[in-house]
């Protein structure tokens, strides 16, 4: 944020670091530590609400036969955390926010 101030920027691209870590949008990074904003991920219960509230908004967007346009999401969350691939399987396997809930009931 300094070097937008400095070089009057008026915007930052962020890019491919937002994927699966919204969390790369606030300050709970250790930024003046080892770890940078896009280096830094919510607990794994933190992620899981965050899954389950990504498919709550979408349930309530789109019609259900759209659901899937969430599906390529669900991949990016939990990279971090033993047995991310079973759980991104399970969820990819998901077409509503009923089915959702189910599978992150099975990993809390």
Known sequence: MEKSHIYDLDGVLIGQAALGNPWVFSARGDLAGT???TEWNGTKEEILAIILR???LVSKFYSPDRFVTIL???????????NSKKLKVELLKTR??????KVLKEFI
């Open 72 to 82: 390529k999401h669900f991949s990016w969350y939990p990279r971090e955390f033993k």
């Open 35 to 37: 770890k940078s904003c």
């Open 54 to 56: 990504h498919a709550e």
């Open 96 to 101: 509503n926010l009923d089915e959702v809930e």
